[in-house]
């Protein structure tokens, strides 16, 4: 039974996970370029349909056709429907497992024809699952396509996938452990991070070295400023809560069509003709929009305007069910938030304008703190997603206000709520049921077990405790071992059962007295 990882083992899984980011960059950068492609064309098109009749019923016919043929990927491989965060969660749970192939080329193509018309759709979560299908796809050709290896590999791809969707590498690693993996192991840090350099350098290459998001601003926030940074906190804890209950409630709101799930996506297609000649300017995931948003004036009624139109049309886009992501949109929205914000304030004498972009920034990383629960990689997201580190102290104080506003109204986090709502392969789970697999618990500060012997925890009859790891040290677990916060207990359970053993795990951890 092997517990513990060689250090020629975790070299192996590192180099792979570098050949993982590399080819993830590639196919990332593709689908990065493409959508940017395709939205300028069609931006290109709404405006001269403006005055062109043909054009518009041209456009109809056109998305029309889109809509079919999503609707046909959607139908032969539903796994790639939404961002494909939550699926990615799943498979690293140990409770689903997918054909990366067939993922990998539908996804490709389906979020191509999805947001490149100009949905208000992000390219994030797409390019996430189409790092974690490469990663897959890697552990499958290397044979290291069972348990632990194999989650490593897709974790890594995850990471790099957002790594070249955003030119994001710390960030793309983060997510990974805070977001989607849930478990700050180093074999998994090690490997991602290595496979998001990688992955970064391919997207630097295309893109070039400038930040994603240049917000640019002129002085750093005073101290005297910061009651704005609780104040726009709550606000955007308030808004993130909503948006959570929103984006949970589309499904049932689209089902209301009678339109079969796989071609709902013809409803935001068509609307988004109409939409695209009026503001072409305000469509697509809204990375033009937050480095534009102080050109377009100190006016509430415009930025209160853009933000309903950005808040209904993402949650209409998203709620199809279209290969797409939200990552995107809700740093639009949070930037738009922070601009509204900044704009009121100004207007009743409460602070200088040229901090608007100031505001921005922070709002940006607040929102996405309290929506997807994840404020560490909502600092480090807007950090190098501006490329500045200046804003760090007030990036964590408004990230910790909305995301504390969010917890106190029962908000969990928007990907891990969404995996809930997915339809679990249990032929998949059946299949693997004959194997054992490596599940990794750590025990946080605060734990229930934390300073209690082995021999006094009641764990599960189908878990055997087969390793403890203390830093870099491991011990033979015993009777009288002794576990202290910091550690991680490296179980062995059957592999159809991986999931539940670890929300088991968790509840004890939590429920001894």
């Not at 208000?120 to 974690?132: D, H, K, N, W, Y």
């Not at 071609?263 to 297609?269: N, R």
């Not at 200046?390 to 109204?409: C, E, G, N, Q, R």
């Not at 990907?415 to 789970?429: C, D, F, M, Q, V």
Request: net charge positive; proline share 5%; aromatic share 10%.
């Amino acid at each position: 039974m092997k517990v513990a990882f060689t250090d020629n083992e975790k070299l192996r899984l590192t180099a792979e996970g570098i050949l993982v980011g590399i080819i993830s960059g590639l196919v990332v950068s593709m689908f990065r370029w493409s959508i940017a492609y395709s939205l300028k064309v069609f931006q290109g098109l709404y405006i001269a349909a403006r005055t062109n009749v043909m054009l518009i019923i041209g456009l109809v016919v056109l998305m029309i056709a889109i809509a079919i043929v999503v609707g046909r990927l959607l139908k032969k491989e539903p796994d790639i429907s939404g961002s494909g965060i939550p699926q990615v969660e799943a498979q690293l749970g140990g409770e689903m497992q997918m054909k990366w192939w067939s993922v990998l080329w539908r996804k490709f193509i389906g979020g191509i024809l999805s947001i490149g018309p100009g949905l208000f759709l992000g390219r994030e979560g797409p390019s996430i699952q189409l790092g974690a299908a490469v990663g897959q796809g890697v552990g499958d050709l290397t044979h290291d396509n069972i348990g632990v290896n194999q989650r490593v590999l897709i974790a890594s791809g995850a990471a790099a996938g957002l790594s070249a969707a955003f030119s994001a590498p710390i960030a793309g690693a983060m997510f990974v452990l805070e977001e989607v993996y849930h478990n700050f192991s180093p074999l998994v840090w090690i490997t991602s991070l290595a496979s998001a350099v990688s992955a970064n350098v391919i997207a630097l290459y295309v893109f070039g070295l400038q930040p994603v998001l240049q917000v640019p601003y002129k002085y750093s926030l005073p101290i005297k400023y910061y009651w704005h940074l609780v104040v726009l906190g709550i606000v955007l804890g308030l808004m993130g809560r909503l948006y959570q209950i929103c984006t949970l409630a589309m499904p049932s709101v689209f089902n209301l069509t009678r339109l079969p799930r796989y071609i709902q996506c013809i409803i935001p297609l068509i609307l988004i003709v109409p939409l695209g000649m009026w503001v072409p300017q305000f469509i697509g995931g809204g990375n033009e929009i937050i480095v534009s948003l102080q050109e377009y004036g100190p006016s509430l009624g415009l930025m209160a305007g853009l933000l309903v139109i950005r808040f209904v049309y993402s949650m209409i886009s998203y709620g199809s069910g279209v290969p797409g992501g939200i990552f995107l949109p809700i740093l639009n929205l949070g930037a738009v938030i922070g601009a509204l914000y900044a704009i009121a304030m100004h207007q009743m004498g409460l602070l200088p304008l040229y901090f608007e972009s100031n505001l921005i920034i922070f709002a940006m990383a607040g929102y996405f703190a309290c929506i997807g629960k994840a404020p560490f990689t909502a600092i480090i997201l807007v950090t190098e997603m501006v490329g500045s580190l200046k804003h760090l102290m007030p990036l964590a104080v408004i990230s910790l206000v909305a995301y504390i506003v969010v917890d106190l109204l029962n908000g969990a986090p928007i990907y891990e709520a969404l995996k809930e709502r997915l339809n679990i392969n249990s032929n998949y789970l059946n299949r693997v049921s004959k194997f054992n697999d490596r599940l990794e618990v750590p025990i946080y500060e605060g734990s229930s077990i934390d300073g209690k012997y082995i021999r006094d925890i009641p764990f599960p009859k189908d878990i055997l405790v087969v390793a403890v790891y203390r830093g870099e040290r491991q011990l033979i677990p015993r009777g009288d071992t002794l576990i202290k916060a910091g550690d991680r207990l490296i179980c062995m359970v059957n592999a159809g059962q991986r999931a539940k053993m670890s929300e088991k795990l968790n509840n004890l951890f939590k429920g001894m007295d």
